[in-house]
């Protein structure tokens, strides 16, 4: 992808920052096929405007209590309704009011079944998942089978784990992502997954060996290596922080995200000089950033008695009066 469309794109980071969501609700969505990134480079997915404002409509959804479960019903109402609308929440006029989801015809709003008015309010539960209720843990689970076969492809477990998730149950996600890694063996995305979980969890030093081993076994997954440069900058290991995410840059320099962290980490471990090449290079790829504002300010204070000014989208000190 060329950079000048990169800066017009947001990372799943920059994107969960921007909406004030956790990362794991914009994987979320894009699993779902809600959002679909303009291009994935290194495996790091790269979102335009007009997904963005896709996802403004999920966050709004999501501050509103409506989890992901229950959109996937009622987008499914719509999908009956309408067949030809592939994906509603980026095609049609969608109005969001409080609890219920509005489609304008016309100058209508209309709702499902012939007036498509989607009420939430509805008693369903949100935390039901498609999780056979028989399967007591992973660990009995894979001990089940059924004529010599396994009850369910490691796929089919990721996909559970991707449901206990979104149904707020982080523990049972990453038991049942341990599951789909024990049935179907070791692979990248799926020890990232288990990393993020665990992460989530709180328990940082078992994320960073799961990242470790997501690297180990594709060595181009610049989004592993940067989660695990922050692991270990959060851990106290500053050098290896360092060196984890100059990885992920040697790999795609155009990881705006990358250089955002490896900025802030140089900072923090005084090398401010160093620092400084990583905030303009942030700028350069990301100037739009939710974090712009940030690198701007870092930037503005190591110059004394000066400012910077951008020229030609590049940034250079402006000497002061």
């Not at 900072?267 to 504002?293: I, M, N, Q, T």
Request: proline share 4%; net charge negative.
């Amino acid at each position: 992808m060329p950079e000048s469309e990169i800066r017009s794109t947001y990372t799943p980071a920059m994107l969960a920052e921007l909406l004030h969501v956790n990362i794991a609700l914009v994987r979320g969505w894009q699993r779902r096929g809600w959002i679909v990134p303009a291009r994935v480079e290194h495996r790091l997915a790269y979102f335009d405007f007009a997904e963005v404002a896709v996802a403004k409509q999920l966050a709004e959804l999501q501050r509103a209590g409506i989890g992901p479960a229950r959109i996937a019903r009622k987008l499914a109402e719509i999908k009956r309704r309408l067949p030809l609308i592939e994906r509603p929440l980026a095609s049609l006029a969608i109005v969001i009011d409080g609890k219920q989801i509005l489609v304008r015809e016309d100058d209508a709003l209309v709702e499902s079944s012939g007036q498509m008015r989607l009420d939430f309010e509805a008693s369903e539960d949100e935390a039901a998942t498609g999780v056979p209720a028989t399967i007591a843990s992973p660990a009995l689970f894979l001990a089940r089978t059924k004529g010599g076969e396994p009850v369910a492809t490691p796929q089919k477990l990721v996909e559970w784990a991707a449901e206990l998730e979104e149904a707020g149950d982080l523990a049972a996600a990453a038991e049942m992502v341990r599951a789909a890694l024990a049935a179907g063996g070791p692979q990248a995305e799926h020890c990232f997954r288990l990393a993020e979980l665990l992460y989530r969890l709180g328990d940082v030093g078992a994320a960073r060996e799961r990242y470790y081993m997501a690297i180990e076994l594709d060595e181009d997954y610049v989004e592993a290596r940067a989660n695990l440069g922050c692991v270990l900058a959060e851990l106290g290991q500053s050098d290896l922080a360092v060196a984890a995410l100059q990885g992920a840059i040697a790999y795609h320099d155009a990881y705006a995200d990358a250089h955002y962290h490896l900025a802030r980490t140089l900072d923090d471990v005084e090398r401010s000089g160093e620092a400084r090449e990583h905030w303009r290079r942030f700028l350069e790829l990301a100037p739009d950033s939710p974090w712009a504002a940030e690198a701007r300010g870092r930037l503005e204070e190591e110059v004394a008695g000066g400012q910077w000014s951008v020229v030609s989208g590049q940034w250079s000190v402006v000497s002061g009066q």
